[in-house]
């Protein structure tokens, strides 16, 4: 299964003055398409901070999804920090300063020459019908950090990660998790490559566990699911979906 990290960049959002849409997204879409996530980090705007967690994000996973800080403006340090990461040299990329001038309708000022400034040898790839590129350096793909513009360029190259994503079945219980737990790690015990989620739910009028199995083998899944449905009383089950 292929691996991903998620760096989410801003102080807006280490401040809490903008919550972080991106990173759920992301998560939610990669686990569909068979990515499993296993970092998320948030960190300033910093190029050092910046540099050192893109190298480290990517020599240890498959794939790098930055969000954030790709703007004209001087807190914008995503593209300097990626560059230092891999040791490369940030140059002014003409195509792209043709294509904001084209956009603008106007010659590009000092602001918008900045946006054209991007690591050296970094791809520049097509994002549907937006007229900046998504730009890839090795594994890393810098995403900008409003929600819509990123959603839109990921779901323009989001075919280039699909792998064999994860079948999943919930069972809502009515039990206290610690009512189950027993059966919970016999169940592990017995089918160990299973991925199974115990999350508490309060306020709910219905039930009060939700359980998630997971599993790339459909037939593996359900022999877990009938195992599990076995072990509890059946009017501690709500529903399964």
Excluded at 25 to 40: K, N, Q
Excluded at 100 to 125: D, F, H, T, W, Y
Excluded at 195 to 202: A, D, E, F, N, V
Aim: with cysteine; charged share 25%.
């Amino acid at each position: 299964m292929a691996t991903a990290g998620v760096i989410i960049i801003g102080n807006e959002i280490l401040s809490g003055k903008v919550v972080d849409l991106n990173s759920p997204y992301l998560c939610r879409e990669l686990r569909a398409l068979g990515v499993d996530v296993e970092r998320i980090a948030t960190i300033p705007d910093d190029i050092d901070v910046i540099a050192r967690e893109v190298r480290a994000m990517s020599d240890a996973y498959d794939f790098v999804f930055t969000s954030g800080g790709v703007g004209p403006t001087h807190d914008d340090l995503t593209m300097d920090g990626v560059a230092k990461a891999f040791d490369l040299p940030i140059q002014v990329y003409d195509s792209i300063v043709e294509r904001i001038e084209r956009a603008q309708g106007r010659v590009a000022n000092a602001s918008l020459i900045k946006m054209a400034a991007l690591p050296a040898g970094a791809a520049l790839v097509d994002a549907g019908d937006l007229w900046f590129p998504l730009v890839v350096v090795g594994n890393v793909y810098v995403f900008p950090g409003i929600p819509e513009l990123l959603r839109r360029k990921f779901e323009s190259i989001r075919e280039r990660f699909r792998g064999e994503p994860f079948a999943l079945r919930c069972v809502y219980v009515k039990l206290l998790e610690s009512d189950i737990a027993a059966e919970l790690h016999a169940l592990l015990g017995e089918f160990p490559e299973l991925r199974l989620g115990s999350y508490p739910r309060i306020g709910e009028a219905e039930f009060r566990v939700l359980l998630t199995l997971e599993s790339r083998d459909a037939g593996y899944l359900q022999r877990a699911l009938d195992s599990l449905l076995a072990r509890l009383p059946p009017v501690a089950v709500a529903k399964v979906e």
